[in-house]
């Protein structure tokens, strides 16, 4: 137990329970760690909640800003402090227009940044969750400015931050790392997946990738590889991430005869389907890292990620990476894998069960805990 347990509100973006990504699962993990350690923690998606019953606030997400931004204005206006994990990296540098389908590969092309960010920011205001005007960039460092800490995923996304907003002070910054759960034993995996030959009987011996469909996580690049790997299965699972839908249609119409598609599974049954893999395949052009790449690695199975620096910081050298713009070199990583012997996952599990990562907190509101 902790010398003062604190109240604390945990806030994310409106559809994180509704289309959950790594931030939910981070969310979700991260407040059963601080109830654990004796805080009092609530959840709320809105946008100006009454935070008159917390001592500070959690919030998540800096890669999407609008309604982030919302809710900092709301805490700094009822002066209670908040935390932010950032899971965060410039999209408009790391995904390149060539990512997405026609025409918003054009549009991302030929439009400029500003009037882009001015069209999401006159959106966001329609939908009530944009707290003032302004371009992405100025409302990140709004959020980031008055935050009492910073807890970034890994040193590279650190560095990215320290990059990205140079007023930043470092002792500000505390990397706090992604986590799994330990991982299922195989029984019990088979067993949750015998109801389920649909979504897994086709994936076993192929290649997975999990996650939602959209130009960040790069499935288009993805089936054009596996025109080049003869009959090597890819079974994709997931759904298309808000305004995907055309993307999705363009990775289905790309597809060849040996890739199939199936729609997001649960936790369990995506341990099972992850087991019977021959490997996942990530080709993100940007990740965080991905969960389902750490959970797979957890397992032993063998992961294809792109050669990035978060990514290579978390997995060294069980990765196969590739570069996400070459589709030779996802390609080739695939290849790779087919040659090289399976690894055993144990040690990777140990170092990033969420029990372990999540250690850093505890200083962290101790700190301010003697502070509010």
């Given at each position: 137990?902790?010398?003062?347990?604190?109240?604390?509100?945990?806030?994310?973006?409106?559809?994180?329970?509704?289309?959950?990504?790594?931030?939910?699962?981070?969310?979700?993990?991260?407040?059963?760690f601080?109830?654990?350690?004796?805080?009092?923690?609530?959840?709320?998606?809105?946008?100006?909640?009454?935070?008159?019953?917390y001592?500070?606030?959690?919030?998540?997400?800096?890669?999407?800003?609008?309604?982030?931004?919302?809710?900092?204005?709301?805490a700094?206006?009822?002066?209670?402090?908040?935390?932010?994990?950032?899971?965060?990296?410039?999209?408009?540098?790391?995904?390149?227009?060539?990512?997405?389908?026609?025409?918003?590969?054009?549009?991302?092309?030929?439009?400029?940044?500003?009037?882009?960010?001015?069209?999401?920011?006159?959106?966001?205001?329609?939908?009530?969750?944009?707290?003032?005007?302004?371009?992405?960039?100025?409302?990140?460092?709004?959020?980031?400015?008055?935050?009492?800490?910073?807890?970034?995923?890994?040193?590279?996304?650190?560095?990215?931050?320290?990059?990205?907003f140079?007023?930043?002070p470092?002792?500000?910054?505390?990397?706090?790392l992604?986590?799994?759960?330990?991982?299922?034993?195989?029984?019990?995996?088979?067993?949750?997946?015998?109801?389920?030959g649909?979504?897994?009987?086709?994936?076993?011996?192929?290649?997975?990738?999990?996650?939602?469909?959209?130009?960040?996580?790069?499935?288009?690049?993805?089936?054009?590889?596996?025109?080049?790997?003869?009959?090597e299965?890819?079974?994709?699972?997931?759904n298309?991430?808000?305004?995907?839908?055309?993307?999705?249609?363009?990775?289905?119409?790309?597809?060849?005869?040996?890739v199939?598609?199936h729609?997001?599974?649960?936790?369990?049954?995506?341990?099972?389907?992850?087991?019977?893999?021959k490997?996942?395949?990530?080709?993100?052009?940007?990740?965080?890292?991905g969960?389902?790449?750490?959970?797979?690695?957890?397992?032993?199975?063998?992961?294809?990620?792109?050669?990035?620096?978060?990514?290579?910081?978390?997995?060294?050298?069980?990765?196969?990476?590739?570069?996400?713009?070459?589709?030779?070199?996802?390609?080739?990583?695939?290849?790779?894998?087919?040659?090289?012997?399976?690894?055993?996952?144990?040690?990777?599990?140990?170092?990033?069960?969420?029990?372990?990562?999540?250690?850093?907190?505890?200083?962290?509101?101790?700190?301010?805990?003697?502070?509010?």
């Amino acid at each position: 137990m902790v010398a003062r347990p604190l109240t604390i509100l945990m806030q994310n973006r409106p559809d994180s329970l509704t289309h959950p990504g790594g931030d939910t699962v981070q969310m979700e993990r991260t407040a059963a760690f601080l109830r654990d350690q004796g805080h009092r923690i609530d959840i709320s998606l809105e946008s100006a909640p009454d935070l008159r019953a917390y001592d500070l606030v959690h919030m998540f997400n800096l890669t999407r800003p609008l309604e982030t931004h919302a809710q900092a204005v709301n805490a700094v206006r009822q002066r209670k402090p908040y935390l932010l994990s950032s899971v965060y990296w410039n999209l408009e540098s790391a995904v390149p227009w060539s990512a997405y389908e026609f025409p918003r590969n054009y549009w991302r092309r030929f439009v400029p940044v500003s009037v882009r960010n001015a069209i999401h920011s006159a959106r966001g205001r329609i939908r009530g969750v944009a707290a003032t005007s302004g371009d992405a960039a100025t409302l990140q460092a709004q959020i980031v400015r008055d935050a009492a800490f910073i807890l970034p995923n890994s040193q590279a996304e650190k560095r990215h931050l320290l990059e990205q907003f140079p007023f930043l002070p470092h002792d500000r910054l505390v990397v706090v790392l992604n986590g799994i759960d330990p991982p299922e034993s195989e029984s019990s995996s088979q067993s949750e997946s015998a109801d389920d030959g649909a979504s897994t009987g086709d994936a076993r011996g192929a290649f997975v990738c999990a996650g939602a469909i959209g130009p960040r996580k790069n499935q288009l690049n993805l089936v054009r590889a596996f025109r080049e790997l003869g009959d090597e299965r890819l079974v994709i699972i997931g759904n298309p991430s808000p305004g995907s839908d055309r993307y999705l249609r363009a990775v289905q119409v790309a597809s060849g005869a040996h890739v199939t598609m199936h729609n997001a599974v649960d936790h369990a049954r995506m341990h099972a389907i992850l087991r019977g893999a021959k490997a996942l395949v990530q080709p993100s052009y940007i990740e965080t890292p991905g969960l389902a790449a750490m959970e797979a690695a957890a397992m032993g199975v063998p992961i294809v990620v792109g050669d990035l620096p978060p990514v290579r910081e978390y997995f060294g050298e069980l990765g196969f990476y590739c570069n996400p713009n070459s589709t030779r070199s996802i390609a080739e990583a695939c290849r790779a894998v087919l040659a090289a012997p399976r690894r055993g996952g144990q040690e990777f599990a140990a170092r990033f069960e969420w029990r372990t990562v999540l250690r850093p907190l505890i200083s962290v509101c101790a700190e301010l805990a003697d502070a509010v």
